[in-house]
């Protein structure tokens, strides 16, 4: 083999490694990425993480929307947590709270996380929380109830065709995760 | 393309410094060793991984359960699919590469040799960690080939680092190989080889290596998210820490679509060359066979999430999703429009390569039509998680990728081995697997269009009497590739001498050297018209 070739061959693979790397890396930007296009566009039903700011553009009296809401527990977290009320109705813009009972009934000391999701997923982000338990972990000795407050509004640029949101909170078991 | 020179008649004795024994196999750094390698590596896979389908089979002969536990019958589904996707249907199109691109483009070797050697000695231990976890008390991955969080991360049964680790390591093994392909192609043609005078095979095969080095970085990361979510607490795809388990399938399938491309292109390109020889005219259309292999790699990287129109996704992208998808038939269907020109007034025989190749052209297409009907959105609800979806990849992986790889083997045996396969033999594997294998596959789509679901081990009574044939059908295929086994064995030990040309090919410039093909070849390039 010719010294020539000999270089263009080590060019050739140096171009080529690099692409692999930076495939590689890209398949860890997709994590980032994916969080911001969602947050964008809200489509994984996923609510913002930080306190709304209050309304400022008042009450639209004319539409009524629903809004409900659901509980989930995941796998092996022994607590009683639900909504106290399962469902309300709204006019945008129109400021609510609500309240979820958790007790923890295990014999031990836990820490929970609420992780919300809105439904249809396209409403996520008209749904405007200045309030919510979800912000924060939310730790309970053994057998100690609590009651956490949700404040909310409904954003008026909320799409026409919506007229019920759902909201879904899972609980999760974190205290493995915050003691390590 | 004809060559004028007349090479390396001079012999070989005096450079011929072959070791031998083991040692021979371990330290070869010659494409054609490596090549013979690769294509028995995959041979013994298929028969891995077929065994592991007779067991499923097997257990969905009748309604109920009766061999196997369902969590093992996981465990079953997940391997079967893992060592049929990474080490038979891959490996075999990368031993095609070995053995035949550098004659193709009259290059004395892979650009690579060592690391070739590497490529291809890693691949053993990958499979021996992933089979290696039958035997141990948590049992072997059971969360499906494609290992979806949270099945592979919360609920994995303990194997999940086993198959992290045995995919990253086949994962190396064929980036390395693509890295070698593309560095032998750019670098090493014969003068006068321009890219659009190079055989189909090795245009399909230079497309495919791009997009093994594209998207086999991105399989990495994501095992390796997986690992870390398993095993390092990070959450990736864990909802409770910020994560989300869609994005899980959004990477993979990144990954998952074009992956599926790179066991098909090849197949394109063995049977691009084989149907001209058979049809004993030039390749209908070859710049547009070449154009369609490129449409086809660009737009696999733009359709993943049609693996995914049930996770609830939005409108448009369920519509988008959708015409990109039914995009792809257009490439395709200039390939098969080439196919059929290609035969149009040929003066055809039908020696196996070209029954192979017809029997793929024919239920590869099947497999493809299949294809668009689970690309149309609203359709795909019903289809969704069915057999029907098993019905299709099947067609489209072994009628489609492995009928191409028999049709291959038959047409450059002679070369390989110096003799002519056994013809008796040899109708016997094609006529019994073509009978089988509809036997097998074709009552899938119906089972799949009357609600049976993928990956179960039980079943409701009235999908029993398909499963029965289906099953018999499985049986016969399985032991119809015995009888290629016989073949190649009979092939390598003697048989009628074949000729530098047996197949009085007009194109390929591994027709110029003598059968067997010397150990080394082209040490001089050859020149080209």
């Known amino acids: ?180 | 393309m004809t060559t004028d020179t007349i090479h390396d008649s001079h012999g070989h004795d005096h450079h011929d410094h072959k070791m031998t024994g083991i040692k021979r196999w371990l330290y070869t750094t010659n494409h054609k060793d490596i090549g013979t390698l690769y294509l028995w590596f995959s041979f013994i896979m298929l028969l891995v991984g077929g065994a592991l389908a007779m067991l499923i089979r097997l257990e969905l002969f009748q309604p109920g359960l009766q061999f196997v536990e369902p969590d093992f019958f996981n465990q079953l589904t997940t391997v079967h699919g893992l060592i049929m996707v990474f080490g038979a249907i891959m490996p075999a199109f990368t031993g095609f590469a070995n053995w035949m691109i550098p004659m193709m483009v009259g290059a004395p070797d892979m650009a690579l040799p060592r690391m070739n050697n590497w490529s291809f000695w890693i691949l053993p231990f990958a499979f021996a960690i992933l089979l290696s976890s039958f035997f141990m008390e948590s049992g072997a991955p059971n969360f499906g080939w494609t290992f979806y969080a949270p099945l592979s991360t919360t609920f994995s049964n303990g194997s999940t680092a086993f198959f992290v680790f045995a995919v990253h390591i086949m994962g190396v093994s064929s980036i390395m190989g693509a890295i070698n392909v593309i560095v032998t192609i750019m670098n090493m043609r014969a003068p006068g080889m321009t890219y659009m005078k190079m055989p189909l095979f090795v245009w399909t095969f230079f497309i495919t290596a791009y997009l093994l080095i594209a998207v086999m970085p991105v399989l990495a990361g994501v095992v390796t998210m997986v690992l870390t979510d398993t095993y390092f607490g990070t959450s990736f795809f864990d909802a409770a820490g910020g994560g989300d388990p869609v994005m899980f399938q959004h990477i993979f399938w990144f990954f998952g679509h074009p992956e599926v491309y790179i066991m098909i292109l090849p197949a394109f390109g063995i049977v691009s060359t084989i149907i001209p020889t058979f049809a004993r005219k030039k390749l209908f259309g070859y710049s547009s066979m070449v154009y369609a292999t490129a449409s086809i790699a660009f737009l696999s990287f733009i359709v993943w999430a049609h693996h995914m129109f049930t996770t609830g996704m939005p409108l448009f992208g369920e519509l988008f999703f959708m015409y990109c998808t039914m995009l792809i038939a257009v490439p395709t269907g200039v390939k098969v429009f080439n196919w059929v020109a290609t035969m149009w007034r040929g003066a055809m025989t039908f020696e196996i390569p070209m029954l192979f190749s017809l029997a793929f052209v024919i239920l590869f297409t099947i497999g493809g039509f299949s294809g668009l009907m689970l690309a149309l959105t609203p359709v795909d609800f019903q289809y969704h998680d069915t057999y029907f979806v098993v019905a299709h990849f099947h067609y489209v992986l072994v009628t489609g990728s492995l009928f191409s790889i028999y049709a291959g083997a038959y047409y450059w045996l002679p070369k390989w081995t110096g003799h002519m396969y056994n013809d008796k033999w040899s109708k016997a594997h094609f006529w019994c697997s073509l009978i089988s294998v509809n036997i097998l596959f074709f009552p899938m789509h119906f089972l799949g269009l009357a609600g049976m679901p993928r990956r179960i081990p039980d079943y409701a009574l009235q999908f029993a009497d398909f499963n029965k044939w289906v099953s018999i059908g499985g049986f016969a295929f399985g032991l119809s590739q015995l009888i290629f086994l016989v073949v190649v064995i009979k092939c390598i030990r003697g048989g009628k001498k074949a000729e530098a040309n047996p197949w009085e090919a007009t194109e390929g410039l591994e027709w110029t050297v003598a059968s067997p093909a010397p150990y080394h070849t082209f040490e001089t390039p050859p020149k080209i018209d």
Request: net charge neutral; proline share 4%; with cysteine.
């Open chain 1, 1 to 180: 083999m010719s010294k020539g070739t000999d270089q263009n061959i080590q060019k050739t693979v140096k171009k080529l490694m690099l692409i692999v790397f930076a495939m590689f890396g890209f398949g860890f930007a997709m994590v980032p990425l994916y969080d911001v296009f969602c947050d964008i566009t809200g489509l994984n039903g996923k609510t913002s993480n930080v306190a709304a700011q209050e309304n400022q553009d008042g009450v639209d009296k004319s539409r009524l929307i629903t809004v409900q809401f659901i509980s989930h527990l995941s796998k092996g977290i022994p607590w009683k947590f639900e909504p106290m009320v399962k469902e309300i109705k709204v006019h945008p813009g129109e400021m609510k709270l609500v309240k979820f009972y958790a007790k923890n009934e295990a014999a031990h000391d836990i820490i929970g996380q609420a992780v919300p999701s809105v439904s249809p997923g396209r409403a996520a982000i008209y749904f405007q929380k200045i309030e919510c338990f979800c912000f924060n972990q939310q730790p309970l000795k053994a057998q100690e109830d609590v009651e956490m407050a949700l404040q909310f509004y409904v954003d008026t640029e909320l799409p026409k065709e919506v007229s019920t949101i759902t909201l879904s909170y899972t609980l999760f078991d974190i205290t493995g995760r915050i003691e390590s």
